[in-house]
C-alpha cells in the first residue's frame, strides 16, 4: 500500500474529509482546506467563514522552499457603530462562567473565505468545487453531534439561542428551548447551497456579491460597524514564519503581529541550555522548570521588554529580533482569539500543511440564507482596555493562534502541529515539542501526557503526574489548581508527524478537544 500522507483534526468527520482528498491524489493544501470546510459544518461553535484564521504552508516544490504565513484573520471595521448592537451573555463551563459580548457589533471583518481561496488559487491541485464536496454532503445529509460538540453548544447555550436564524440551525429537536445534544442528527442545507455558490461563482461572492450585501445591509440596520468597504477592501497577508533552532530542528510558528509563536519560541529559547532529557519526563525537576518558563515567558507578555527575566533567564540569551519584533509589532495591537480549531496534514512529496481558525464564540447573527454565524471578536475585553467600542479602525487583530511547522535536517518536515485552547494553546504547543524534541516520544504518547499551565500567578496541573512531583510541585508555587482528569482546558494539539529515518507516517488528534487522525 502506497501512503498518501497523515493528517490530524478536532473531528473524525473533518478527518475524513481530508482523507478523501488525499486519497485521490490530492496535495496537503487540497486536504486541509477539504477538513476546513467539513470543519465549519462539524465544528460549528470553533469553525466558521465568518472568523478568521492562519495557515503556515510548506510547499515540498523548488527545492524544499521555506515554509510561508497565509494570515488570514480578522480585521477591525473602517467605522465603528452609530448605534452598536452589543451586549453580554455568560458562558457557562461548568466549573467557571465567563462574560462575553455578542451583537452585530461585536462583528469583525472576516478573512477565511478570501484565505482558503488565496490559498487554492496558489497551492492547491484539486478544483474548489471538489474540495467542498465532503461538507456540503455532511449539511445536506446530517451528522451525529459527538460529546464534545453538544458541550460546546451547551457553554454558549446563550449565543445560539439568541436569534431565531441560528435556533432554526441548531436547537434541539427535542427540545426546542435547548441546543443540540449528544446523539442528534445536525443538518445545515442553507450552509451546503453557500458552499457549492462560493465554489462556483469564487471569493467575490462572499467580499462583494450578495453575501457582502446582506451582511453590510443588515450592520447598517442592526447596529453592526461591518460595510461593504471593510469587506471589498480586505486582504490576505501572506508572512515569513517566526524561526527557532531546537535541538536538531528547526521550528517554524506564526510570526508578529500575533503573540502565540513568538511566546512559544521564547520558551523554547528558555529551554536550550538545559538538558531536558536528562531531567527525566515527568520528574519534579522537569516540571519545575516548564512551570519557570511559563512564568518568565507570561512576564514577556504583559511587559514592554524582557528586561524583568531574572534569576535562571538571566543569563540566557534572547534572539534580539524576538525583541525588536515583540515591541515594535504586538505591544499596543488589539488581540482577540478564543474558540479555535486546528488541522494538521502532511502529505508524502512533503508538503506540509498547519492551519488554525476561530470564529470567538460567535456573534449570534447569521448571515441571511447562509447558515453561517459570524465572528464575535470585537466583544472581546483584551482589545478594548479603554472600553467597548474603542478599538483601533482598521487593524489586523492580533491572535494568540501558532499554526507550526517542525522540519529536520535535509528539510524534511518532521511536524505540523497547532492548538486550539486560547491563551492556553501555546503552553499544550510547547510542552508537545518538549515531548517530541527532548524525549522522542510516539507522537500520540506525546500528545496525551499530561500538561501544565501557568497563568496569572495560578498554576494549572492536569491529572496523571506522578502524585511526589505534583506535591514537590505544589511546594514552590503558592497558587496551584489540581485537575481530576485530562481537560480542553489545556488545548487540543492535533500533530501530523513524518519520520524521515523510517519514512513512517504517523498522527495524533488530542483527545481533550475532540481529536482523531488518519494515514491514508
Known amino acids: 500500500m502506497t501512503i498518501k500522507g497523515v493528517i490530524a483534526a478536532g473531528h473524525p468527520e473533518t478527518v475524513k474529509a481530508a482523507a478523501a482528498v488525499l486519497d485521490e491524489g490530492g496535495n496537503a493544501f487540497d486536504a486541509v482546506l477539504a477538513a476546513i470546510f467539513a470543519s465549519c459544518v462539524v465544528e460549528p461553535v470553533l469553525s466558521s467563514l465568518g472568523g478568521g484564521g492562519f495557515l503556515l504552508a510548506r510547499p515540498a516544490e523548488k527545492g524544499s522552499p521555506d515554509p510561508v504565513v497565509y494570515d488570514f484573520f480578522t480585521q477591525t471595521p473602517k467605522h465603528r457603530a452609530a448605534d452598536p448592537d452589543f451586549f453580554p451573555i455568560v458562558a457557562d463551563f461548568g466549573t467557571v462562567t465567563q462574560e462575553f459580548h455578542i451583537g452585530m457589533a461585536s462583528m469583525a471583518t472576516p478573512g477565511t473565505a478570501r484565505g482558503l481561496f488565496r490559498v487554492h488559487g496558489e497551492l492547491c491541485t484539486l478544483p474548489m468545487t471538489r474540495l467542498v464536496e465532503p461538507a456540503m454532503a455532511l449539511a445536506r445529509k446530517g451528522f451525529t453531534v459527538n460529546r464534545l460538540q453538544a458541550?460546546?453548544?451547551?457553554?454558549?447555550?446563550?449565543?445560539?439561542?439568541?436569534?431565531?436564524?441560528?435556533?432554526?440551525?441548531?436547537a434541539s429537536a427535542e427540545d426546542?428551548?435547548?441546543?443540540?445534544?449528544?446523539?442528534?442528527?445536525?443538518?445545515?442545507?442553507?450552509?451546503?447551497?453557500?458552499?457549492?455558490s462560493l465554489a462556483r461563482e469564487g471569493e467575490a461572492?462572499?467580499?462583494?456579491?450578495?453575501?457582502?450585501?446582506?451582511?453590510?445591509?443588515?450592520?447598517?440596520?442592526?447596529?453592526?460597524?461591518?460595510?461593504?468597504s471593510d469587506l471589498e477592501g480586505y486582504r490576505v497577508e501572506k508572512r515569513r514564519p517566526l524561526t527557532v533552532d531546537y535541538r536538531d530542528a528547526r521550528l517554524y510558528t506564526n510570526p508578529p503581529p500575533s503573540t502565540g509563536g513568538i511566546l512559544v519560541a521564547f520558551a523554547l529559547e528558555l529551554l536550550k541550555k538545559t538538558d531536558i532529557k536528562g531531567l527525566g519526563f515527568g520528574?519534579?525537576?522537569?516540571?519545575?522548570?516548564?512551570?519557570?518558563?511559563m512564568e518568565l515567558t507570561n512576564k514577556a507578555r504583559v511587559e514592554s521588554g524582557l528586561g524583568e527575566l531574572d534569576e535562571g533567564a538571566a543569563d540566557i540569551l534572547l534572539d534580539p529580533g524576538f525583541l525588536a519584533a515583540y515591541r515594535a509589532k504586538i505591544l499596543g495591537r488589539p488581540r482577540a482569539g478564543r474558540g479555535t480549531t486546528h488541522v494538521s496534514v502532511i502529505d508524502a512529496a512533503g508538503n506540509a500543511?498547519?492551519?488554525?481558525?476561530?470564529?470567538?464564540?460567535?456573534?449570534?447573527?447569521?448571515?441571511?440564507?447562509?447558515?453561517?454565524?459570524m465572528n464575535n471578536m470585537l466583544g472581546e475585553e483584551d482589545i478594548n482596555p479603554l472600553g467597548f467600542h474603542q478599538w483601533p479602525t482598521d487593524t489586523r487583530l492580533c491572535s494568540m493562534m501558532a499554526p507550526s511547522l517542525?522540519?529536520?535536517e535535509g528539510?524534511?518536515?518532521?511536524?505540523?502541529?497547532?492548538?486550539?485552547g486560547s491563551n492556553r494553546l501555546r503552553t499544550a504547543i510547547l510542552q508537545v515539542l518538549v515531548n517530541l524534541l527532548d524525549f522522542g516520544l510516539p507522537v500520540k504518547d506525546a500528545v496525551d501526557a499530561p500538561r501544565l499551565h501557568f497563568e496569572g500567578g495560578l498554576l494549572n496541573i492536569e491529572s496523571g503526574f506522578d502524585e511526589d512531583a505534583v506535591a514537590g510541585l505544589q511546594a514552590g508555587f503558592p497558587e496551584t489548581k489540581l485537575w481530576?482528569?485530562?481537560?480542553?482546558?489545556?488545548?487540543?494539539?492535533?500533530?501530523?508527524?513524518?519520520?524521515?529515518?523510517?519514512g513512517e507516517f504517523t498522527g495524533a488528534g488530542d483527545p481533550r478537544r475532540g481529536g482523531d487522525d488518519a494515514v491514508v
Open 353 to 373: 500543511a498547519s492551519l488554525t481558525l476561530s470564529n470567538g464564540e460567535g456573534a449570534g447573527y447569521i448571515v441571511p440564507g447562509t447558515g453561517m454565524m
Open 283 to 293: 520528574s519534579l525537576g522537569l516540571l519545575r522548570r516548564l512551570a519557570r518558563v
Open 205 to 228: 461572492l462572499f467580499y462583494r456579491g450578495d453575501i457582502a450585501a446582506r451582511i453590510a445591509d443588515d450592520c447598517k440596520a442592526g447596529g453592526g460597524a461591518l460595510a461593504r
Open 176 to 196: 426546542a428551548q435547548d441546543l443540540k445534544r449528544e446523539g442528534e442528527t445536525m443538518t445545515n442545507p442553507d450552509f451546503a447551497d453557500t458552499l457549492e
Open 406 to 408: 517542525v522540519i529536520g
Open 151 to 170: 458541550y460546546l453548544f451547551q457553554v454558549v447555550g446563550p449565543i445560539y439561542m439568541s436569534s431565531a436564524a441560528s435556533r432554526a440551525i441548531f
Open 411 to 420: 528539510g524534511a518536515p518532521v511536524a505540523a502541529l497547532g492548538s486550539g
Open 484 to 502: 481530576d482528569e485530562r481537560n480542553l482546558f489545556f488545548g487540543g494539539v492535533h500533530v501530523a508527524r513524518f519520520d524521515a529515518p523510517t
